[in-house]
């Protein structure tokens, strides 16, 4: 019960090894109690033997049966199965043919064992066999012996290491050898005493991994070829353990040697049962906690794997779904642990913002660059180009703007042509950051879903990548409704608008005077005071970079002269001035028309401005964003076709488990049963 948990789980064992011919099945016979195990020239056995022995008051009796832990791939099988075959064997010489027909059934698993024992021998090697034929297995012939001339004791007999054969033969043999001799595991090393022990293979193996020695146990065979007269005969046991002993008290050098405990298969099985039980009663406590801990790990591996889905698939299915589209309104509303999208959609609105407060048009109230104090721009642009790329537009380029919109007008009259011209191009780059802010809040709704979308459907491939098309079609679908919205609006920016007569006509006053204000070439009091012969210089921060209300440029002015004035004023009937306000009472310019102009269009971009920023936030949350959270789950319902008579067919489809996933659940299951299994036999210990 516990050996079919060994890839599990390090159990103590007992390993027979060496060569080709190095005296192997001689030293199996000998422990065995000398039964007949097949002997060929080369190689005889293919497949791992496990012998075990119980001594018993019973009559001798062996039982053959065959454990497979490996497909005909070398794959381990998630369920380890051990099937006795044929019947109880109590004449030791059936044992070797039932040995060999069993290592052919090992070889040829696609035959039947009954079809395999109801031919003789010499049959099966003529026969060729439909299906795998292999030439070396990892599955085990195991063979159950009881007597009462045996020792209770177990250990496996490995093919012996060949090395005049095809490299992929060669070094399966060595894999198969290493695999059993790692960990608790004694390791019997069959050294025929005609060899140069030295450079022996299979020793060089044992010293790989018990590099010290400690678990390798040398054991010289062919004794009997140094001397004349060497018989291979077989005999019973009594007989063998008879001539053994006398072999060694008058066969020089053993007859005189001092470690006479170290000679003869007695000795050796009762040295070997003396080591195993020391390595059993020294990894036992280990062994329990490795099986507790490999077991752990197996159920929580188990665990991890999606559920077995036991109701029906389209309801499953729904509830996967339902549950999905909850969890993304969450996101869509913006709870506390779900808020993550309205933040980044946030940050996509604050840069559109700031995009569109980046075309407020650059008017100064200057002539032209050459008389402005400020740096002037580059010359030759018009008007339209300089205002799209925020280029500085002087009053000169605003007259001959003017001039060039004249048709059939009256004299000191602007054309309304020629203010739409100067508002559509500050708008010009409108319609680009707004696709910027859109494909933003789309690449944030799109990543919102598809994790959402890995941690729901996880368990279900198939189901999660047509979940995954579906939802990208949606969100396509809802972009494009959306956009109508946008460029729509935007479409509507171009023909100037507003019923917001009293903010229009307050931002142009103040801008108006603020232009005044700058073309009255008056100085802050301060600076008058300090260097009266100089002119200032016009410093271009003086001109408001926000789009909120517009300050005064004349800061520096002591504020209780300026509450003065407005208080004068105030006497002579002249209530509600604010120092804004004193810029209208600056004489009246040459460039007034333009003045006015600039001062309209900036007013307007302010009016624009907040409207357009509020605008196509709210529209694509509301035809976007919260659109297409309520049109998921119908959406869903309708690809799906839920309620229709085939949908239990069409859902099933998308559950089915992947061949890996079924492999893996299987092989967690037949792990688990091993691991409980060993638990419960190590209890039997009181463990």
Known sequence: MLRSAQGDVDLPRITVIGKQSAGKSSLVEAISGYIRVPRDAGTCTRCPMECRLSSSGKPWSCKISIRQEYNTQGQRLAEVTETAFGNIITNKDDVEIALRQAQFAVLHPNMSYSDILSLPFENLLNIKPQGTTLLFSRNVVCVDLEGPELTDLSFVDLPGLIENAEPTTVKFVENLVTSYIQGNCLILVALPVTDDIENHKALLLARTVDPLGRRTIGVMTKLDLLTAGATTARTNTEDARAKEAKFF?????????????????TNLISALSSLLMNIISESLPNIHSEASVALQNCKRELANLPPVVDQEPSVYILTLLTRFCEEIQLYIRGSSESGSLIQSNKLAYDRFKSDIKRTRPNFKPFPDARQAPAQAAETGDSVQDRLSAANPVYLEDMRSHITRSMTRELPNNVPFN????????YQSSWDESMETCFDDVKRYMLSTLNDKIVQQFHAHERLQNHIRSLVSELVHTQYDTCMAF??????????????????????????????????????????????????PAFNISSIPSTVNEPASPFSPIPNDKINSVLALLAEVGYTGLTKDDLGKLNPPDEYETELKVMAEIRAYFQVSYKRIIDNIPLLIDLKFVRALG???????????????????????????EAP?????REELLGRKRRLESVQRELHKFGI
């Open 249 to 265: 008290s008058t066969t020089s050098p053993w007859a005189t040697s001092v470690q006479r405990q170290r000679l003869g298969t």
């Open 486 to 535: 946008l460029q729509a609006a935007l479409e509507s920016e171009l023909a100037p608008y507003t019923q917001n007569h009293h903010y229009l006509e307050t931002c142009t006053h103040k801008w108006l005077a603020i232009y005044r204000d700058m073309r009255s070439d008056r100085r802050p009091i301060a600076q008058a005071q300090t260097q009266p012969q100089r002119q």
């Open 660 to 664: 890996l996933l079924i492999a893996k």
């Open 630 to 656: 309520k049109e998921l789950l119908p959406f869903f319902i309708s690809k799906f076709e839920l309620g229709t008579s085939d949908s239990n067919a069409r859902c099933a489809a998308y559950l089915a």
């Open 418 to 425: 020629a203010k739409v011209t100067l508002i559509t191009a």
